[in-house]
């Protein structure tokens, strides 16, 4: 067995391959690559590169860190992995709803494996794709992912490469496509050996989690190559259905074809070559159409993003809350439900500019909506859920909306439990330094209260008291949440004016406290105060109430405080 | 039991729904819409229409025809239907290879139910989608399928309504896909009762085939709804995956959202509806990449059109014919594999004027290729397919090119069975002219030495004489030439870079009757002539040989004469 090791390191005059405590010269290979064959090597040896005789490193492209972020890098080959999934097609975006949820925090075992044994409940609950935060090596052995730095790798604390392998196989295996989380756009802030090889950071831009991704700086073919071959990586090896671009907003890059649209016309090429649809999706604050414009329309070409104001109108609607960026949500919903964006071109107090493009004209299933996400929960102090009876009218209008809608793990039966903000870093500085990070961060954002009343992100108590508690489900009020859940999903997939895309299709007609979607001949009628009230809508069937004192009569419709019903004219 | 009867009948002063000998008058409900509740009636129902006392007629939306296009409308319910599709995601194009095929001549027996019998050899041959050539009741028993009338009922001849929906359920059970070719630019010459009923047809405009369909004069806003609801009938109600547009050209619309724009919002919309991908394919010979430019891009919106630009440079490259249209396209290969179309806004011999437009920044996979289809083959004087030898280097061409390759049943092993024009007209004076009808298309064509040679289209040996000899299969050369495609068809799903639908990455060498096509590290090496040769490529492998005497040396790759190698460099 001979194995074969590749790295780009364009600067260096010498590169190793290290193997226990032998060091392998590398051949340049043109192009900045080095290469070596080394007998004897193969899936499961460990090795480090060493550029210029400096300390060994883990590989830039490792694909397994079975010893962590400071550990060696581990040959892992993808042939050997037996897949069930012949008979999987994918998944298309249109008209599914997704699921967001964090491996370690999701089950009390917080793997894979553990994850999987919980599918039947996905499945149950009518959800078509689940996404998954980020499963990198991170430091220490709790984080959000956020803070990977061997991109290519898969964390020995979820289950390794193999792990992540089995996960999607059980989800193709029931009918689930899978979506995962990846972070272009900086590395963590520990761990992270990528300089010494070559150009991958800027010198001159910087993002809020530190060196900007050198994208269109000199060097930067190859990191882009880095980038996008990571993508197809878990595209192609992995038989992930597509992935969730972490803060695009955040990418520098002021080339003519920008880093996204390269990114989408090779996995669009993929997609053609292993005839299954796959799906990008930007997270991005930039309320720009042109990201899921086509490319053939100068745009490019993702899929979808999400769109956070469609988040901010539905908590300001249902909860009141007004502070920070949520200022400017206020009766918000009914240019939500019609635009998309709020900020299409409106001045946004928070950013103290305009900001945004209209997009009345791009498709509903491009915008990835949510009622509650990762960060909507876990970046406020306690990480506290919305209301559970909040959350159920949230739900009502989002699943129901002409946007793809996203849950968030626990949503649906009102976990009680929060998602708070945890690291576990074993650098001291960092360690010591993450709790003041964090309070700078909430007083930035014009949170001040909230900086003293944020948990210690570096507890292991924090990580523990963010995952979910499973055997709520076994209460009456949580059955009766997730019943609730699981009929407006089903409503959703049963009458097909629920997921139309058509933005200019749908009509809000509102007052005080009330609103009533109209969707073809569905209306979506919430009453979100707290006195009952009457509205008029075109006669027809209660498809679904939130509340059995809901009663329809001729053009009348009764609605209790805080409820919300679908009814279809005719 | 009481069944609903509706009908759009504008410019009716009274309409009756007759069931037996009964006449139930219905009541006008707006918008030229005639309904009728009748006691008693519902599935299984025999029943017509009578427009001011007139004689009674077929629904224009019956959805079934048992006794045929003279008889009466019987009344279908979709729902009646057990599917065991569940777990159906749909199939996207891209990377996938479609199967076209006629019902009647597919087998001996001819029906929906004998097709599904012989999905396992579809499967074990690699192709993704069967394309079904249209399916509508015709006049008498055996008809290609453009002559249908009743264009949302299926044919009895093939098993009706649940004999279709039995076939897209067994061959969603096996992974395939199901496309339907539908016909939206006219109505059969028979049988067709839509005229009485309101606008349906053009009063200025004619296509060859008769009066063209009235898509933007007075009343044509219904006449669109009842083509676009047709389609969507066939995707949501037969779980059909995609709609082949018939020549699309024959539509004739001005409007400024073009019929074709329209249906592909309403398919998309019903795709996020249902979950699944659904394409729309137009045959179109305008070489008008806006058929599939996204709708953002000022486009219809279409997923693929049918070129055949690549079907005639293929067709004259391996056989020599250089007749009629074939007449421009000596030579033609490296253009259209590059750009897909040869005339991309250049001068076309044929129709004596310049034609297309460029369109090689469009994706591959919307351009749905063939060396054989029913056109090509059928339309010829004696239905005569290409020679196998010459089959087998085009099919090398075609199944490695950055299109979306279709095949024509049976072309698989090389059938020796021709593929005629069958008609079995039952009015006398259809029955009598076809034939000359016929020898005028041939003379009109310039083909005059055909049309002499044509068989009676009316005879029913020209029907049996085109069914499939499975039979051939038991033969050694039938087999190899199976073999071949087979391993084709493999090697393009096991190396991405023959299906990367990139059009400017494609390179061609070529040289007196050789090329060499340059896609990624594959080099598709082709020796047309008649005297063998050798040519220079990169020093590879040799994935796959149309001859064993095929030998590469370094940078010299051995072609016999007529010879078709796949060498991947490095």
Redesign the interface.
Known sequence: MNGVFEVWAPAATAVDVVIGDVRHSMDAAGGGWWTAEVVGAGHGTDYRFSVDGGDPMPDPRSRWQPEGIFGPSRVYDHDRFAWNDD?W????L???VIYELHVGAFTPAGTFDAAAGRLDHLVELGV?FVELMPVPPVPGTRNWGYDGVDLWAVTDDYGGPDGLKRFVDACHLR?LGVILDVVYNHLGPSGNFLAPFGPYFHDSAASFWGQAVNLDGPGSDEVRRYFIENALQWL?DYHVDGLRLDAVHALHDRRAVHFLEELS?EV??????????LTLIAESDLNDPRLM??R????YGLAAAWNDDVHHALHVAVTGERHGYYDDFAGALPKVLTCAYLHDGTFSSFRGRSHGRPAR?????RFVCAAQNHDQIGNRAEGDRMPAEALRLAAGLLLTSPFTPMLFMGEEWGASTPFLFFTDHVEPHLREGEADRRRREFVGFGYDDWAERAPDPGEETTFLRSKLDWSELDRDAHRAHLDWYRALIALR?AH???????LDRVRVDHGDGWLVVHRGPCQVAANLGQVALTVRLAPGQVLLASDPKVTAEGEELFLPPRSLAIVKAG
């Open positions: 008979l097609r994918g998944r298309s249109p008209g599914s078509d009918g192609r016309a669009d090429a993929l997609s053609a070559a292993v005839g299954r649809p414009t086509p053939e329309a100068g745009g004209h791009v498709p509903g299933h997939k097909p004016e629920l997921s139309d895309p058509r």
